[in-house]
């Protein structure tokens, strides 16, 4: 009786296929690899684009609408800004951070987060950012005609080792190991708990506690835990060491002149931000997670796809050797501009491969979208943006290809707002969208002016590479490539 208008409203809307009484599609998820669970989340997009833009589908008791239609989608980014209890899984390592957190606690962490980013603090990042890009080209020079290996823990060392200096202030020294003990431990809580959200069974946390995971996950997140405990530690002693006793005997920092990090922000105004010392840490390592994981997926899929086009790769090549010629110095912030083709490459890359292929909501008022049909209170709203990326009705029927020159300005233009989303929209869009894209297009004009990248070309120009959810997109075996140096 209390869900009568949810299951009306939901009656009206086109459901998946093989969907079954009393679970609904839950049996495509239980016991299911994070390869099928992605298959299966990519046959749901394409029925919505098939349906016009939305199709309804049930997991046990919670209705889910997968949502291509970009309009609707700009309308639940904008208005419905609770995650889901997908989110709140994360909840076992992360706590409620910003990634996660229930609306009220959402907005006090983003308010205290955004001064990170101002275009003031970009500035002050890029010589970090330069300098880790140079330290990758070394290690990667380390592999060098020694034929295949494995690039994302190269990606993620550069992105972590950016991600502790310039949010934490600290150097971690992980580039000198592409398999640290944090990025391992990581990827194996992402896998546990991508594992989880589809399986209802280990949803309640004492159900979980006695799955044989559980203690996989608990030892993971002890070597995370403690990793960025010890640089908070860290950091607290050199913000005291720092302090001194001004005339008035008022404490005052004689840091002042540099611009402090998001943690010696934090730190320093102990007083008035509320973080007890758990939440700080679990800021922390949400922020580390947002801004690690997501960088160093695009930039192992961008690879990907320059090893499997190399014409494409030979004109990014030309590009950056027409902007610096034979110099070897590292891209500056005016160079940005001048790097038109890479631009688009890399649009393009995000199109296809994003690291978010998928961003949920929970309803909480029953909203009537411009499509035409009302979503009740209760529900979860699933943004595709793997559908919408690949929907012919905004990319064309070529949507599939890979195609950077479909962002020339002019075939661009047009585009609808929320057409292309791989740092979402609205309130809770990525607040690290300068920074990512940054950190990037420095490693690419890095990389591609000092290596050829290869692999087996394809003769496709649909890549169709293999992914698997791991609450973001990876690719399915890592990225396996070889590096050739250039004259
Ligand atoms: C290519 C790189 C990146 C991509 C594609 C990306 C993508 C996204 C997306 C799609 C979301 C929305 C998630 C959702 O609604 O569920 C998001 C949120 C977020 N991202 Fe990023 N991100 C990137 C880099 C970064 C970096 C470098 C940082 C920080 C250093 C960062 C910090 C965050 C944070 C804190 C949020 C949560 C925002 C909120 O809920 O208010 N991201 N990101």
Known sequence: IKNKRLYELAEKTPSVKDSLPLIGVGHKFLGATREDIYKTLKDFSYQSIENGGLVKFWVGPTLHYMITDTEDAEVILKSQLAKTTAYALLGSFIGKSTLNAPVPVWKYHRKILMPAFTSKMMESYFPTFVAKSRTLVEKLDEQVNKGEFQLFPYMSAYELAIVCETTFGVNVNCQEDPNHPFLVQVEI???????RIFNILQHPEWMFKLSPQYAKFCKARQTVNEFILKIVETKREEIKAKRRTNPEGKEID??????PSFLELVLNMEKDIKYTDTELMQELIALTLAGTDTSAISLSFFFELMSKYPDVQEKVYQELHDVFSDSTRSLAKEDIPKLQYLDRVLKESLRLYGPSALIARTVEQETKLPSGHTLPAGCDADISIYGIHRDPRHWGPDAETFDPDRFLPGKYDNIQPCSYLPFSNGPRNCPGYHFGTTTLKIAISDVLRKFKIVAEPLKSRVPNLEAKFDILTKPLH??????????
């Open 254 to 259: 004689v840091t002042e002149s540099k611009i």
């Open 189 to 195: 809580m992402m896998e546990i708990t991508s594992e």
């Open 478 to 487: 890592g990225v396996c490539i070889a590096l050739e140096r250039r004259k």
